[in-house]
Each structure stands twice: as C-alpha cells, then as structure tokens.
C-alpha cells in the first residue's frame, strides 16, 4: 500500500474505504477520489434540510448524483489495487447523510418506498424531493347544475383563453374543482387525479351519504386531511364528508350497488297495473347491457318502486348495480330488459338523482 501513497492523495474516509491506514494526503481537498467532498458532509446535510422545510413526512430516502467523474476515480483506483467488495463513495456519502437528516428531522429512512426521496445532486449543488402521493378517499353530495368533473372551457376548449383565466378550464365550480381548491393548499399539491366511483348528470342532485371518489394528490408537501368540508356554489351546496387517507394506490376499484329516484316520461298511459307488473318483474333480475365493440356486460336490477306521477309521468326509485347507465335502463337503448321493454311504452328518463351508493371493499396490494 506504500505504492498508493506515493501515486495517490487520499482523504482519510476515502482511504479507510479502500482498507488503507489513514489520510493519504494532508489537504483533503487534493483527495484524488472525492477532492474534499467528504468533508464537506454537513454542509450537503443543512442543505438538504433547508429544502425539507414545510414538508411533512415520517419516512424518507437520501439518493445521490456525484459530480461527473468521482465514482469513476474510485472505480480506477479499485481496478488498479484490485479492490473489490468495498463500500462506494456514493454509498458512504448516502449513508453519512441519511444518518445525519434522521439524527436532525426525527424521521426514519426508508429506502424501498419512503414518504419523501431526497436527490441531492452534488454536481449541481441542487437538492430535488418527491413526494409519495397520497390517496384520499371521501363522499361527495351536489346540487343540481353542479357538474361532477372540471369541463373545459367552452370559448377555447381547453386551451387557454381570457374567458377562462387562461386556465383552460370552465370558471362554474364543480364537484372537482371544488375538492380540487380546498385539498391542494392544504396538501400543497399542484397536481391531483380524481377517480369517481360512478358518475351522474349535471341536472342530478347527489343526496347524502354521496357519492364515494379517490383523489391521487401528487408530490403532496403535507399528508393530512380533515374529515369533510363544506363549499357554497352560487346552486346550493357541495358537501364532501368521510375523507381519509388510504394505505396506497387500490389494486382494483370496489364495485358498488346505487339507489336512484327517476323522473320518466311516457308517450302512452300508463296505469297502476302496469306499475304494479313492473315491480314484480324487475326484482332481483340480471340485465344485458350491449356496449358497442366490447363484450355485453350483466348487471343486477334489484328492485323498482314506481308511481304515477301526473299525465304520462312516473317517479321511480330503482336500486341497481354501478356501470349500468339509469337513461338507458328506462329507455332500452343497448340494455334489456329494461323498462321501457317490461311496460310496452316508449319512454324517456327526465332526471334522476342519486339517493345512495353502496360500495365495496377496496384492496391494497
Ligand atoms: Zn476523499
Ligand atoms: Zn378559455
């Protein structure tokens, strides 16, 4: 190893990874591998916490990209002394400074999914974090002429105009950007991805419970949610209840059973008999519903209470499975049997409002 004195300086971290006795060199900055890198560990760790600040995590990871040429130094003098097995600089740096940000942030490394990665370029001098999204679920009730999704905006369709605040998107508040405004700056998520479990029409009221979604909010500076919240629209109000914070991204999508009150219009008469026929046959019963380039899908109706409701007017309360569309189950258009088919009538869904959705378990992997 006396060779390794005379044809290289190494710092003295640099050194003992090697297996060397010491400091190779009185002035780390002239270390061949690192050029004084190691000693400036502390430095790299209060900028990293500096960056950290606001951000609430209980995991996190330190990733590493060094400056161009280190590793292969290491690797070259490794080569030379044939020097294998042996701890990487980029692996004791990363180690160092994860030690160090636990000891000061009170938070546990996690290396395989941590709640917050830290990548510190050190080429660079730059310090990037990303964040583990969060998946929140909850329950949302609507007034009619509330939308559930953001639509874009009419005048430039999505592309940005004076109309829209340059948003692109439809300034009326909806289910979504309703959520979309109160979650973000509490999670300090820019970006969030809506799954509705089900969805309805803009005329349709969502009564209480609601109807379920997921939010994805991403790269979230915070990861807390409060239960519910309430939101004012110039049509009545937007209520968002049962909100929690799920494990993780859900496998698969529960599937989930609604209740829904149909307003139905019919061209012929339709008397008590007739509804009464309809209650009978549409209990408990499975319908094909033909979608267009896909296979037919079987969903359950079960069951429908309908009544008279003035000249050629029937109000119906129908319990059925998600996916199978209300409009169609009434009209008969790709479904049977449906209503329209068990009454002999042409018919035509007005309206219908969602009374309650049941849903299913969700699973995590
Ligand atoms: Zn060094
Ligand atoms: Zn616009």
Not at 37 to 56: A, C, K, Q, W
Not at 98 to 121: G, I, Y
Request: glycine share 10%.
């Amino acid at each position: 190893m006396i060779e390794a004195i005379q044809r290289y300086e190494l710092c003295e971290p640099c050194s003992l990874r090697q297996g060397f006795r010491g400091a190779l060199s009185t002035d780390p900055r002239r270390c061949f591998i690192c050029r004084g890198l190691t000693t400036r560990v502390d430095e790299i760790r209060s900028g990293i916490l500096r960056r950290l600040r606001g951000y609430e995590f209980r995991t996190f990871s330190v990733g590493l990209s060094l400056p161009e040429g280190m590793q292969e130094r290491e690797d070259q003098l490794r080569a030379e002394y044939k020097l294998k097995g042996r701890e990487t600089i980029k692996a004791w740096l990363s180690k160092s400074l994860s030690e160090r940000v636990a000891r000061a942030t009170h938070r546990r490394v996690d290396k395989m999914n941590p709640e917050l990665a830290v990548l510190a370029d050190l080429g660079a001098s730059e310090v990037r974090l990303n964040a583990r999204p969060v998946f929140i679920y909850g329950r949302y009730t609507k007034p009619a002429g509330v939308s559930q999704r953001k639509t874009f905006c009419a005048s430039c369709r999505g592309g940005g105009c004076a109309v829209c605040g340059y948003s692109g998107y439809e300034t009326k508040a909806s289910v979504e950007s309703t959520i979309q405004k109160k979650l973000g700056p509490l999670l300090g998520s820019k970006k969030m991805k809506f799954t509705w479990i089900g969805t309805e029409d803009l005329e349709s009221t969502v009564e209480p419970s609601g109807r379920p979604f997921m939010v994805e909010a991403k790269n979230p500076r915070k990861r807390r949610v409060p239960r519910g919240f309430v939101s004012r629209t110039g049509m009545g109000q937007i209520r968002v209840s049962s909100l929690k914070l799920l494990p993780s991204r859900p496998l698969k999508l529960p599937g989930f059973k609604f209740k829904t009150r149909v307003a139905i219009e019919s061209t012929s008469t339709i008397n008590p008999e007739d509804l009464r026929r309809l209650s009978r046959l549409m209990r408990n019963v499975v319908v094909e519903f033909r979608r267009p380039g896909e296979k037919p899908a079987y969903k359950r109706v079960y069951g429908v209470k309908a009544k008279a409701a003035g000249r050629g007017g029937i109000l119906a309360e129908i319990k059925l499975d998600g996916g199978l569309p209300v409009k169609r189950l009434v009209n008969g258009d790709s479904v049977s049997p449906s209503i329209s088919e068990v009454l002999k009538a042409d018919l035509k869904c007005r309206k219908f409002d969602i009374l309650k959705v049941e849903v299913g378990k969700f699973q995590f992997g």
